[in-house]
T-cell receptor, first 115, second 118 residues
Framework: GDSVTQMEGPVTLSEEAFLTINCTYT??????LFWYVQYPGEGLQLLLKATKADDKGSNKGFEATYRKETTSFHLEKGSVQVSDSAVYFC??????????????FGKGTTLSVSS | DAGITQSPRHKVTETGTPVTLRCHQT?????MYWYRQDPGHGLRLIHYSYGVKDTDKGEVSDGYSVSRSKTEDFLLTLESATSSQTSVYFC?????????????????FGPGTRLTVT
């Protein structure tokens, strides 16, 4: 079945460092791909999305490109801030023809940024 | 932010007691979901709804039931709570942009309910 695998954390970085969180997926059809962020004590917030191959999603300095050839959707940011400390989840929506089905989530990667 | 509220936000209950969690939305989205979040498991779908009185089971539905009598409300009931149901519960909503090959089915999440079963 469809699945998402993301790198294990925690990831610990200094402020202004470059961030990469790897995400790969297994899916059939035309999945949409997402990154969500969860700050302590809060729900998940949609960070960015991509709906087809080679699309680049971007938001708040974060970027991810939908790579169908490598089945990947890695999250990157050029210069992290302390306020980026959170848990990041990669997710996919299995198929455009299955409206209402659950998102499939990776297990989450905890990012900790120190000043 | 999407208008989604969950109540209660925190609850402690005893094994064997019934518990109902409520999700309320003001976005008029057709689809609503209940997930649970546990360390090492990410988020897992419990039940979802695709319209008033239309619901279906998710990956981890055993021990849970749901009801949706109005578009805006989706209730999750633990008929007889067990310690294994201690978790953080999230409600989510979605409304497809359009039915096409590249539609986006992102979901928007509520703030969560932390449930402890002792």
């Amino acid at each position: 079945g469809d699945s998402v695998t993301q790198m294990e954390g925690p990831v610990t970085l200094s402020e202004e460092a470059f961030l990469t969180i790897n995400c790969t997926y297994t899916a059939t059809g035309y999945p949409s791909l997402f990154w969500y962020v969860q700050y302590p004590g809060e729900g998940l917030q949609l960070l960015l999305k991509a709906t087809k191959a080679d699309d680049k999603g971007s938001n708040k300095g974060f970027e991810a490109t939908y790579r169908k050839e490598t089945t990947s959707f890695h999250l990157e940011k050029g210069s992290v801030q302390v306020s980026d400390s959170a848990v990041y989840f990669c997710a996919l929506s299995p198929s455009a023809n299955q409206a209402g089905t659950a998102l499939i989530f990776g297990k989450g990667t905890t990012l900790s940024v120190s000043s | 932010d999407a208008g989604i509220t969950q109540s209660p936000r925190h609850k402690v209950t005893e094994t064997g007691t019934p518990v109902t969690l409520r999700c309320h939305q003001t976005e008029n989205h057709r689809y609503m979901y209940w997930y649970r979040q546990d360390p090492g498991h990410g988020l897992r779908l419990i039940h979802y709804s695709y319209g008033v009185k239309d619901t279906d089971k998710g990956e981890v539905s055993d021990g849970y039931s749901v009801s949706r009598s109005k578009t805006e409300d989706f209730l999750l009931t633990l008929e007889s709570a067990t310690s294994s149901q201690t978790s953080v519960y999230f409600c989510a909503i979605s409304e497809p942009e359009s039915i096409s090959t590249y539609s986006s089915y992102e979901q928007y999440f509520g703030p969560g309910t932390r449930l402890t079963v002792t």
